[in-house]
């Protein structure tokens, strides 16, 4: 039972390049999230999911998208990247009342 | 929209000094409440729910709806409490929005 996992767990990008972070959970839940992390500003909700087939934005969507692929996988995609979404990325899954959080993706973008 | 505060970015205690976390909401329906800690190097993790009315690792939080309030506190800290507190609130009504506050880092000194 591996909870939620995020792929790559580090990433450099150029800016206006493109990638998706990828997130898989196996217990059976049914909302997902993105969130980033910033000093001194928290975890910040950028997507979340509250069932497959749906996703809804979260406080700082712009510049990100995501897709349910299944009920296993919430993947959120950088079309451009820019500097401004240099940040640690965690992925989390929930069902009931606690959240699981994945190991986070350290992303800088230069 | 929901939203949750915590005033205070770093709090340094002594070991065996009383410590409080401060969280408070803004809700209009009824919310769920949470803590989640964050140990360097670890995921992110549940401490406690304000539902289970529990006590974790001596941690203990109250809600207190006239105030918006759900305050961490610990009479005793201890040197390995040192870690990321969030507090987080899930409302009843948001879609399964599970929102962060900004996160008080706990330094528990010897």
């Known amino acids: 039972n591996a909870g939620v996992t995020q792929t790559p767990k580090f990433q450099v990008l150029k800016t206006g390049q493109s990638m998706t972070l990828q997130c898989a959970q196996d217990m059976n839940h049914n909302s997902m999230y993105w969130y980033r992390q910033d000093p001194g500003m928290g975890l910040r909700l950028i997507y979340y999911?509250?069932?497959?087939?749906?996703?809804d934005k979260g406080e700082v969507p712009n510049g990100y998208n995501v897709s349910r692929l299944n009920k296993r996988e919430f993947s959120l995609r950088l079309e451009s990247a820019a500097p401004s979404q240099t940040s640690v990325y965690f992925c989390?899954?929930?069902?009931?009342?606690?959240?699981?959080f994945g190991q986070g993706t350290r992303l800088t973008v230069v | 929209a929901q939203r949750v505060t915590q005033p205070e970015k770093l709090l340094s205690v002594f070991k065996g000094a009383p410590v409080e976390l401060k969280c408070n909401y803004s809700y209009s329906g009824s919310p769920e409440l949470f803590w989640y800690v964050q140990y360097s190097r670890q995921r992110l993790q549940l401490l406690l729910r304000h539902i289970s009315r529990e006590s974790i690792k001596g941690f203990t939080a109250d809600l207190n709806k006239g105030e918006t309030s759900f305050h961490l506190k610990k009479p005793f800290a201890q040197e390995e409490d040192s870690a990321m507190y969030y507090c987080?609130?899930?409302?009843?009504?948001?879609?399964?929005?599970?929102?962060f506050g900004g996160g008080t880092r706990l330094m528990v000194k010897p």
């Open positions: 987080a609130l899930r409302g009843a009504n948001a879609g399964n929005m599970l929102t």
């Open positions: 989390a899954s929930r069902e009931n009342t606690e959240a699981f």
């Open positions: 999911s509250a069932s497959e087939g749906t996703t």
